[in-house]
């Protein structure tokens, strides 16, 4: 399962980091706002126990709902990247016909590099990983990032690695028609290349991915703090 999440390519990552520093210095001076998702600290808000996410992406919208208590920091986590807006124009990168749908690698590779420094501790495992869940992606124990992925079927098999924090409550036939074709990345197949995808971002997909589909917007729908 580590196709599932990002294998980094820090050489790459850093040519990039270095060309994309410089421009920023430049945006700067000129009197640019940098982006908002590079600042981390800001992403700290606590999530309320029960909370709803609508996405709308180019295929049609679904709606998550979230649990904290299946994955407290997880959720948290979740919950910030989506009020911030860090998910909205970003592709369904890896979707893979009767197993999962991935998304979370942003179209700006300054943004990505800043992000896969920020690891989340794993949570503890209480609930499987049927159909409809959401779960955080991860290459490793504490290695959490952005990335998560939908379950399509009872991936029961994937419990021990991954903790779903939520589920699909109506559109899950968005999410099963998202497009497929591509198919899985290296070494698996001629997909998304993820290490490539996290440092040219915007880029590289559009050049090399152009029928992935993406999500438009995504919003916190309400919360509910439980007694």
């Known amino acids: ?61 679904f709606v998550l709902e979230v649990y904290s208590v299946w994955a407290p920091i997880g959720s948290a986590r979740f919950y910030n990247l989506v009020k911030q807006g860090w998910y909205d124009g970003v592709r369904f990168h890896r979707v893979l016909e009767d197993f999962t749908a991935g998304w979370g690698i942003h179209d700006d590779p300054y943004v990505n590099f800043v992000w896969q420094k920020e690891l989340l501790p794993d949570d503890p495992s209480f609930e499987s990983n049927t159909k409809g869940r959401i779960s955080f992606a991860r290459s490793g124990p504490n290695s959490r990032t952005t990335q998560v992925f939908v379950n399509y079927k ?72 439980l007694p």
Do not use: W
């Open 1 to 61: 399962m580590a196709a599932m999440i990002k294998t980094v390519s820090f050489g790459l990552l850093f040519a990039v980091v270095v060309g994309c520093s410089s421009e920023s210095q430049v945006n700067e001076s000129q009197g640019s706002v940098p982006n908002p998702l590079l600042y981390v600290n800001r992403f700290i808000e606590e999530a309320p126990d029960l909370f709803q996410v609508q996405f709308i992406t180019t295929k049609g919208d």
């Open 154 to 225: 009872d991936n029961s098999s994937l419990d021990d690695q991954f903790v779903p924090f939520g589920e699909v409550s109506t559109g899950m036939g968005v999410l099963e028609n998202l497009y497929a074709d591509y198919g899985d990345g290296p070494p698996r197949g001629d997909g998304v290349y993820q290490a490539m995808a996290i440092a040219r971002g915007h880029e590289y997909f559009e050049e090399e991915f152009p029928k992935l589909d993406r999500i438009l917007k995504a919003t916190i729908l309400g919360g509910t703090v």
